[in-house]
Nanobody
Framework: QVQLVESGGGLVQAGGSLRLSCAAS????????MGWFRQAPGKEREFVAV????????YYADSVKGRFTISTDNAKNTVRLQLNSLKPEDTAVYYC???????????????WGQGTQVTVSS
């Protein structure tokens, strides 16, 4: 079993930055890649970024490339998502997930966190 707890969301003005964290726990957590997803009101959940714990494989959605950065802190079993140059359309609940890297890119995770709200004002 893997437990995921997100933190770091909040309200920020357009052009600002936030850093989200996902604390992962469980004996098998390092068997999985870690991903970030988001769901805006009235929209389907969408893939944002995914990364293996080794850092050797990293993928981003086109909509966030160059603005968001995913990283891992293996010592703390924490995955972070740095959000820069935020836009109002980035407003969503952001979720952390664990799973196979190919499946995460398709939105399929084995384990999910509860989500953290990010609101970007114009």
């Amino acid at each position: 079993q893997v437990q995921l707890v997100e933190s770091g969301g909040g309200l920020v003005q357009a052009g600002g930055s936030l850093r989200l964290s996902c604390a992962a726990s469980g004996r098998t957590v390092n068997n999985y890649a870690m991903g970030w997803f988001r769901q805006a009101p009235g929209k389907e959940r969408e893939f944002v970024a995914v990364m293996s714990w080794s850092g050797s494989n990293t993928y981003y959605a086109d909509s966030v490339k160059g603005r968001f950065t995913i990283s891992t802190d293996n010592a703390k079993n924490t995955v972070r998502l740095q959000l820069n140059s935020l836009k109002p359309e980035d407003t969503a609940v952001y979720y952390c997930a664990a799973g196979l890297i190919s499946r995460l890119q398709c939105g399929q995770g084995y384990y999910w966190g509860q989500g953290t709200q990010v609101t970007v004002s114009s």
